[in-house]
């Protein structure tokens, strides 16, 4: 019992500092571009870069720091370390989504929304990731 009342004012003062969070955001966004390939034998190429936002100096990355998907679909991939991707996907509707590794924030996913491919074409989606401030 003596010590749930002194665990007690650690869990108040954990949960009020932390309802004292100014969290902003700072947005995202995605450009995207279409052209014919006919070596793809009928299917389609989805590829691009994935760049900070206000990323100061030359950006860099790390293996693997993002996760580009697409949605309803098992077809993912990652970055190499120059932020480019790519994924080899069947003709169709699809929204590809971005996410950074460890960022767990729903609203920093940015995503290319029903975007149709058609067979022997390769899209370019190039992702740009916002991010948190405190």
Same mark, same amino acid.
């Given at each position: 019992?003596?010590? %749930?009342?002194?665990?007690?004012?650690?869990?108040?003062?954990?949960?009020?500092? +932390?309802?004292?969070?100014?969290?902003?955001?700072?947005?995202?966004?995605?450009?995207?571009?279409?052209?014919?390939?006919?070596?793809?034998?009928?299917?389609?190429?989805?590829?691009?870069?994935?760049?900070?936002?206000?990323?100061? +100096? =030359?950006?860099?990355?790390?293996?693997? =720091?993002?996760?580009?998907?697409? =949605?309803?679909?098992?077809?993912?991939?990652? #970055?190499?370390?120059?932020?480019?991707?790519?994924?080899?996907?069947?003709?169709?509707?699809?929204?590809?989504?971005?996410?950074?590794?460890?960022? =767990?924030?729903?609203?920093?996913?940015?995503?290319?929304?029903? %975007?149709?491919?058609?067979? #022997?074409?390769?899209?370019?989606? #190039?992702?740009?990731? +916002?991010?948190?401030?405190?």
């Amino acid at each position: 019992m003596k010590e %749930i009342k002194m665990l007690l004012p650690f869990v108040v003062l954990l949960i009020i500092t +932390g309802s004292c969070l100014n969290r902003q955001f700072v947005d995202g966004w995605t450009e995207v571009g279409t052209s014919s390939d006919t070596t793809l034998l009928d299917s389609t190429l989805v590829f691009g870069h994935i760049y900070h936002v206000d990323w100061p +100096g =030359e950006e860099y990355y790390r293996e693997n =720091e993002f996760t580009v998907w697409g =949605e309803h679909t098992d077809l993912q991939t990652t #970055n190499d370390t120059t932020g480019y991707y790519s994924l080899k996907m069947a003709p169709g509707t699809y929204t590809i989504k971005c996410q950074y590794q460890y960022e =767990e924030w729903e609203r920093l996913i940015e995503e290319a929304k029903d %975007i149709k491919f058609a067979k #022997n074409t390769q899209t370019e989606i #190039n992702f740009y990731i +916002g991010y948190t401030v405190e």
